[in-house]
Every structure is written in C-alpha cells, then in structure tokens.
C-alpha cells in the first residue's frame, strides 16, 4: 500500500537559521509530489510541485526551494528563515496512474520561527 | 491561474440539521473537485470528489453537486453530528499537472 512520510512532525528554530523538510513515498512510482503550506487558522498555499525527479516549479515567490534528488523524496529547504516562514507544512503526493483519488497529505510539520 | 472562492467562512448548526458549502471557480479547464476535512491540528483528509462529467456524487450522509456551466460546486451535509465539527476545503485541479488550487475554508461547528 501507498504511504507518504513526513518529518519532524514540530520544528522551533530561531530567524536566520536554515530549513530542511523531508518527504518520502512508498509503494507508488512516478509520483506528482507537492509541498503545501497552511499558516495559522488559514487556507492551503501551494508553495511547490513536482512531476519528476530534478523537476521542481514555484508558485510563489518566497524564501524557500525545493528539491526533488529521488522519485519519491521531496525536500524544502531554506538558508535562512523568516518569522513569517512560521505554519504548517504539508507535503503531498498523487499517484497519476489512478488519478481520480486526489491527493494524500502526510502529517505535516508545525514549524514555529522565533 | 485557477482562484477558487468558499463560501461561508464559518458555519454553525444544530444537531441534525443539513449544512451546504459552496465553491466557485474560475478556470473551465477544471476538471476535478475534491472536498477535505481537516481536524484541529490534523492533516486534511479527502471525504468526497467530483469529476467534471458528473453532476453529482453521494456518500452517505455527504453528497456533492457540481454545475459545470456556472462553474460552482457544493458540499451537502445531513444529520450533521458533533463529529462532522472541522473545517472543510474545497478544491479544484486542472488536467496539466493535476494541481490542486484550495478554497480558503469553511468552519464548521455542530452543536448537540
């Protein structure tokens, strides 16, 4: 079965340090992978997107990349963070081979900047 | 670029009673409409979709209307219950790389 992994779960790190967020699936091949970012008590922003290894496109501009170096990994990194880079980071996947499923979100990551 | 517009921020019943969220969006190129539940702290989980050759799509208590023409779907809750309490997001996808544009949220809180 297909399972997306997300960590850490909570991250505090103070202003100008740098970032790195890991995503992995499992049982699928090919996948699209998405970061998303939701701050508090807000909507879902796409921040990234990916439909294959190396192929990153950006939504938004903003302090943060993203990189795709395997299939299924999916990173978000930043050198240095902002306060405003504070909220909830999700990463998803779709498997394109199924389509009509949507989207699977992992856990997330509760990043507080300070 | 795909805008998707939700409609009420914020929704309070009663027990029992039906709750209806609405969507808009801009882009006829959509072709896929999912529906998400989100808990406090808790990651969104898909509860319902729609694809564009469908009106309609029931599960349950949960149903989904789309009309294609003046590009808005719903979301249809009966006999709500305290656990239905969230906050629901719609969202729409256009075929190139399947992206998936979200509404900004709908509160929704059952009281007993």
């Known amino acids: 079965s297909q399972t997306i992994h997300q960590w850490p779960a909570t991250l505090v790190q103070p202003v100008g340090s740098p970032l790195s967020l890991e995503c992995t699936v499992e049982g699928t091949s090919n996948p699209n992978l998405y970061w998303y970012r939701q701050a508090a008590g807000r909507g879902l922003q796409l921040l990234f997107y990916?439909?294959?290894?190396?192929?990153i496109s950006s939504e938004v501009p903003q302090n943060l990349s993203a990189s795709r170096p395997q299939d299924r990994q999916f990173i978000l990194s930043s050198k240095k963070l902002l306060l405003s880079d504070s909220g909830f980071y999700l990463c998803a996947w779709l498997d394109r081979a199924t389509r009509g499923v949507g989207y699977t979100f992992g856990s997330g990551t509760r990043l507080t900047v300070v | 670029g795909e805008n998707v517009e939700q409609h009420p921020s914020t929704l309070s019943v009663q027990e029992g009673d039906s709750a209806v969220i609405k969507c808009t969006y801009s882009d006829s190129a959509s072709n896929y409409f999912p529906w998400y539940k989100q808990e406090l702290g808790k990651r969104p989980q898909l509860i319902i979709d729609i694809r564009s050759n469908v009106g309609e799509k029931k599960d349950q208590r949960i149903a989904v209307t789309l009309n294609k023409t003046a590009k808005h779907f719903s979301l249809h809750i009966t006999e709500t219950q305290p656990e239905d309490s969230a906050v629901y997001f719609c969202?729409?996808?256009?075929?190139?790389?399947?992206?998936?544009?979200f509404g900004t949220g709908t509160r929704l809180l059952v009281s007993p």
């Open positions: 969202a729409a996808s256009t075929p190139r790389f399947q992206k998936l544009v």
């Open positions: 990916s439909v294959g290894i190396g192929q």
